[in-house]
């Protein structure tokens, strides 16, 4: 399984990536909040990280993957030097039990690197779609871009 949080929410940019991905559903990663700490040329700004934090939850989306997907990911992210990866415990939405999902992370991790906002604009519109909880929304939408 594989835990998103960044443009991975957005199920058509999966589609191409990972064609045969399958949406579990909302999950949430505590002790982890949202930043932006690396540049993408991509996305022309800053793209999404999770930081480990106290009493902090990053909300994202849940899925199956075959092992050519998470190739594949690995490619996108570009892991292990971009991006690395981790298995860590996520909660479902609406359950109580965590399952293991790979979690992608920034190596070398800036302080904050403001997104474009278009990018930016990805997380909020899947955060709206998929009933992330108002106040992470909004936070997303008070996040500065370029």
Partial sequence: MYFAYGSNLSQAQMGVRCPTAKVLGVAVLEGHRLSFTAFSRLWSG??????????DKV???????????????DTYEGYPHLYDRLMLHVVPAGNHSAVEA????????????????????????????????QQYVTDLESTPVR
């Fill in 102 to 133: 790979w979690v992608y992370f920034v190596v070398n991790k800036q302080d904050f690197v403001t997104p474009s906002a278009r990018y930016l604009a990805v997380l909020v519109e899947c955060a709206k779609e998929f009933g992330f909880p």
């Fill in 46 to 55: 800053g793209v999404a990280d999770v930081v480990e934090t106290v009493g």
């Fill in 59 to 73: 909300w994202g989306l849940l899925y199956e993957l075959m092992p050519e997907d998470l190739a594949a990911l």
